[in-house]
């Protein structure tokens, strides 16, 4: 579904990836992990068209991206993206949040309010709030209608990125239990996370990046073991500790 293939990217004359190759197939959930400054949301960008491959290729369906191919166009061909922020209208109501998330397809006002039907079932606490401002909601329940939010645009990939970030371990773990629903619905899901026992439970695959780098790949239960993981995260602290 989602090919990158030696993707290089930067900002100005930071390069940000070195050469990036990953894959996400219909139906699979992938980790993307590393430490901080490691290149994992720069790969999203890239695949959402937030910033430009300055090498190499992203497809979407075996369809290259072209320079003139926008984040707009990728959503309505079924790849949204939950950027780490949470990005909602704070003083919108949950319902006009929920509706902002469906404006490519120019749903009419019934399908508008059966697509919040069929994103709430994920999220049942959304029902009680639909009037409320979203910007009063706790962290939990503003994390939840992020993701009902990108759920309106009916995704067939998820890109989703530290969707753990500043929740409860109790929300962690109730926010991954949906993932695990979307996931057995069929939903492609790639998840850029910090917490990797939490993403563990879900990945079918695993990528660590490295300065720019995938540095190892494949199943989550070999790529994620502790001496993986703890080269990929303290590297540079062991090296300085010596």
Known sequence: MLELQGVEAGYGSVRALGGIDLTVQAGETVALLGRNGAGKTSTLRVASAMIRA????????????????????????????????????????????????AHVRRLSRRQSRSAMDEAMEYFPVLRTRLRQ??????????QMLVVARALMAKPR???LD??????????CESLYDTFRRLAADGLALLIVEQYVDLVATVADRAYVLDKGHVV???????????????????????????
């Open 157 to 159: 990939l998820l890109l």
């Open 216 to 242: 190892r790949s494949g199943d989550p239960r070999d790529t994620l073991s502790g001496e993986v993981i703890e080269k990929a995260y303290l590297a540079d602290t062991l090296e300085v500790s010596r």
């Open 162 to 171: 530290e969707p753990s970030f500043g929740l409860s371990p109790i929300v």
């Open 54 to 101: 300055r090498a190499g290729s992203v497809r979407l369906d075996g369809e290259p991206l072209r320079r003139t191919t926008t984040t707009e166009d990728l959503v309505a061909r079924g790849l949204v993206h939950v950027p780490e922020g949470r990005g909602l209208f704070p003083h919108l109501s949950v319902a006009e949040n929920l509706e902002v998330g």
């Open 133 to 142: 401002n979203a910007g009063s909601m706790s962290g939990g329940e503003q």
